[in-house]
């Protein structure tokens, strides 16, 4: 109930002006926390400057590797509730986002012109981390966001599951739409299995590939690969879900809120994006290896291996 009411309050005050003073505000709170600090731990304190990065850069585009926990734009209003609930989180997570972090270190490529500065064509949730693709002009933009809209662009991404699933390969199709309960923030979405709850349903296809089977903090986990072909909002994290096996550290669609994983363990591993200007193709390291994780993921299966994967998932 409280956080309907927060979710209203915001989209009311969700104005360029309010943007502007929250803005300031968030500038004045993150000073005072810095002052804060310095008294707290000693004139030793220093804020350390982030960074993005960097997978590939050329004149058309500039490719990251985002972290997780990272929203993309500073004013996405469906995280301010986060103010509300505690303000030094707030300043943190909304004073520090992947815009940001560019602009300060790419203050060559900010656009004037642009709202959020940069040319954001596609998107990743505020918990998955890998590969943004961020045109550096607005040719660039045009043809990329053509490549997302006629889906022609191939993403693949690792993901750990709970559980151990009882098939290696699975095409999951399901149609998404809006969950009514939270119809005016997004906050959350549902399929058409739950009929009375969906609004707009949409059909949505994710292509799931088994990697290794094992144990996260001696829990049954699955190592997946998955390719969404649709790209509905909470795409892989609803149907991984409602297949019984959700994303470790997905808080939103856990039937039970598991607080102990340190992130939700979804990442775009790969990205292709066919072209007439600069074909991409991208790929990151493996975040979700046993060493990478400190070994609380350990495997005791190997499926199929990732210099395979690709190819398998392609052909079914």
């Known amino acids: ?54 997978l590939y850069t050329s004149c058309n585009f500039l490719v990251i590797n985002k972290k997780h926990d990272l929203l993309i734009n500073s004013n996405d209003t ?20 992947v815009q940001t972090i560019m602009r300060k270190q790419f203050p060559e490529y900010v656009q004037d012109n642009l709202t959020h500065d940069f040319y954001f064509a596609h998107r990743l949730d505020f918990a998955t981390s890998g590969i943004l693709c961020i045109p550096l002009n607005k040719n660039a933009c045009k043809e990329v966001c053509q490549v997302f809209e006629e889906q022609r662009a191939r993403k693949y991404y690792l993901a750990l599951l709970r559980g151990h699933t009882d098939f290696d390969e699975e095409v999951i199709d399901i149609a998404i739409g809006e969950d009514v309960r939270f119809k005016d923030t997004s906050k959350k979405m549902c399929t058409i299995l739950e009929d009375e709850l969906c609004q707009n349903p949409r059909r949505s296809i994710t292509k799931v590939l088994v990697l290794d089977r094992g144990y996260y903090n001696g829990k049954p986990v699955t190592k997946v690969l998955l390719r969404p072909i649709t790209g509905r909002r909470h795409q892989l994290r609803l149907h991984c879900s409602q297949i019984g096996h959700v994303i470790v550290g997905d808080y939103t669609y856990s039937l039970k809120i598991d607080t102990s994983p340190p992130r939700m363990f979804l990442h775009a591993f790969r990205l292709v994006l066919p072209n007439t200007i600069e074909n991409l193709d991208i790929q990151t390291d493996d975040p979700f290896t046993e060493k990478a994780l400190k070994y609380k993921w350990k495997v005791v299966e190997q499926v199929n291996s990732i210099a395979n994967a690709f190819d398998i998932i392609d052909s079914f």
């Open 1 to 54: 109930m409280i956080d309907e009411i927060v979710d209203r309050i915001v989209q009311f005050f969700s104005t360029g002006l309010v943007e502007k003073i929250i803005k300031a505000f968030l500038l004045l709170c993150d000073r005072f926390v810095n002052f804060i600090l310095s008294l707290c731990e000693g004139n030793n304190y220093k804020k350390k400057d982030e960074t993005v990065d960097v």
């Open 78 to 97: 469906k995280k301010v509730i986060r103010i509300l609930k505690c303000v030094i989180q707030a300043i943190v997570i909304l004073n520090k986002t």
